[in-house]
């Protein structure tokens, strides 16, 4: 798991502390044994505690099961859309 603390870079939200959690993962074998459930909740209240008012995560678009485990069963919902696009020289 990766959790840090981040302020909003939207210059209308600077005073937002977020606890973003960039990766989490289980290993395949111990999935579906609430590990990482446990280990996304245990993120938002080490954030919480340090004052963040919002927890934010990313994944990768293509991974629609880690989609359906954070939106389904851990509350979160979708506030962004990020693109990207491979820069050649």
């Known amino acids: 798991m990766d959790a840090r603390l981040d302020e909003s870079p939207?210059?209308?939200h600077q005073e937002m502390t977020y606890c973003h959690i960039?990766?989490?993962a289980v290993r395949s074998r111990h999935r579906n044994q609430g590990i990482g459930g446990r280990l996304l909740l245990a993120a938002e209240e080490w954030g919480q505690r340090l004052g963040a008012q919002f927890a934010s995560l990313e994944h990768h678009a293509a991974n629609t099961g880690a989609a359906q485990?954070?939106?389904?069963r851990m509350g979160y919902q979708p506030s962004a859309i990020?693109?990207?696009k491979r820069l050649r020289k």
């Open 82 to 84: 990020i693109l990207t």
């Open 22 to 24: 960039a990766e989490i």
């Open 69 to 72: 485990f954070y939106q389904e």
């Open 10 to 12: 939207d210059p209308m």
